[in-house]
């Protein structure tokens, strides 16, 4: 396959996450490893079989298309479970491939029952409850009708889970929100229970919610950022440092981040200009040379992922230096300031995520400058770039 850049996934980075969450969460709990978006940008093909080795079996995607996908590359005894969309057409493909999924609405209640009905086998559903979010979830007013429906009905469904999810754990602005959350899901779990009504599983918690709310954490979670190696928020990271901390008397090992990032993105120096001073660089007037100065361009744009907010700010690693993004990013290249990297020649290493040499450029410093989130900055790397496993 030909392409300008290429992504690297640390197996090493990823067991750590995996060791050090698996800590967080206890034994006890299923470990839901959430692979939507491509698995964060990390690839959905190549991702499962990785998280497996560290003992998950267990994955969480938003929709049919992805369980499909991830249904393809994970092993016989790991489980898919869908947690947004899913056509009723689809819902017939879910059952007979023991793929579950979140309902919060009648009508793919009443599908899933026909599912079961003409497969002749149980369709494995989570509950999923209004607490709050405001935007999937059984109302409370409906929960009557939906456990009059089930109890009817009992012979076509496994309840596998009743969850629910938070609207923003990672941020301490909502932590009135979150904890009347918490509150409601478990006086709604009650009253299911009176009714004769219980789940196998309850889950609500994603990463930020392991870490700032334990409480959440009950019988499985469903975490994406964290496994990647990223925070939800930098509140949240201090939060946690902060602790890590106090516990261990502050010692110079108190500080390390317990999260390893596992993405590494990079490419190769296509190109080498030199321009004399009082020149425009690029399109337009973005950039203008102060001093006879020299750039590499590089074969990657906001095509590929990165983002035209890094114009004249985003930097990369060559010959292990930072060297400055000059002038716009263009759709599919970038020119970037080695004028003080004067070694550097077509072909050299450069990395736009990762580590060279001393230096590092990091997701949250790349997602800060840019004024991405972490989440939305992997996202965006698309499907084509190959992935490979280091
Ligand atoms: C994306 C998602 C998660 C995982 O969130 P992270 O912050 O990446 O851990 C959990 N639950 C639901 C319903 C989600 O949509």
Redesign the pocket.
Known sequence: MFSTSYIEISKSALEHNIRYLRERIGEKAVFSS?I?GNA?GHGIEQFPPLVEKCGISHF?V?DADEARRAEKCKSPDSHVMI??SIDHEEVEWAVEHDVSF?VFQMDRLQAAARAAEKLGKKARIHIHLETGFHRFGFESEQLDEVVDFLLKNKKKFVIEGI?T?YAGA?SISNHVRVKRQIVDFSEQLMRLKDKGLEPKLRHT????A?FNYPETIMDMV?????QYGLW?SRETRMRVLKNQLNGNGGGEKGIEDPLKRIISWKSKVMNIKQVDAGEFVGYGTAYLTSRPEKFAGIPVGYAHGFSRSLSNIGQVLIKGRRARVVGYVNMNAMMVDITDIPDAKPGDEVVMIGKQGNDEVTLSSFSEMSNYLN?ELLTRLPEEIPRFIR
Do not use: L
């Open positions: 959430v939507k964060y969480s938003f947690m947004g979140f969850c999810h990672e918690a994603c990463s930020a392991v469903r975490v994406g950022i964290a939800p989440y």
